[in-house]
């Protein structure tokens, strides 16, 4: 059993830049590809970036490329999403989840999800 617990979202004027935490509990979180999802009410869950557990390979949504970036610290079972130059369209709630599967683009691959943490990008 895997728990995720995010943080560190909140309001940003667009331009700004925000950073998510996602903390793992369980011994094996160097083993699990760990994503970051985001959702807006009335739109499905979609996939912003993901880090492979061996390899350490990342991949993102081409609507992020280039602003996010997805890291992580297995010593400290901590996976985080680095938001830079925000858009008022990146506001969403944004999920850390985990899959046991390595290259886990879609969101019905991830056993372990967050509570989601908020992020808000004002004009």
């Known amino acids: 059993q895997v728990q995720l617990v995010e943080s560190g979202g909140g309001l940003v004027q667009a331009g700004g830049s925000l950073r998510l935490s996602c903390t793992a509990s369980g011994r094996t979180f160097s083993t699990y590809t760990m994503g970051w999802f985001r959702q807006v009410p009335g739109k499905e869950r979609e996939f912003v970036a993901f880090?492979?557990?061996?390899?350490?390979?990342?991949e993102y949504a081409e609507s992020v490329k280039g602003r996010f970036t997805i890291s992580r610290d297995n010593a400290k079972n901590t996976v985080y999403l680095q938001m830079n130059s925000l858009k008022p369209e990146d506001t969403a709630v944004y999920y850390c989840?985990?899959?046991?599967?390595?290259?886990?683009?879609?969101?019905?691959?991830?056993?372990?999800w967050g509570q989601g943490t908020q992020v808000t990008v004002s004009s």
């Open positions: 989840a985990a899959s046991s599967l390595r290259f886990a683009y879609s969101r019905t691959l991830y056993g372990y």
């Open positions: 880090n492979t557990g061996t390899g350490g390979n990342t």
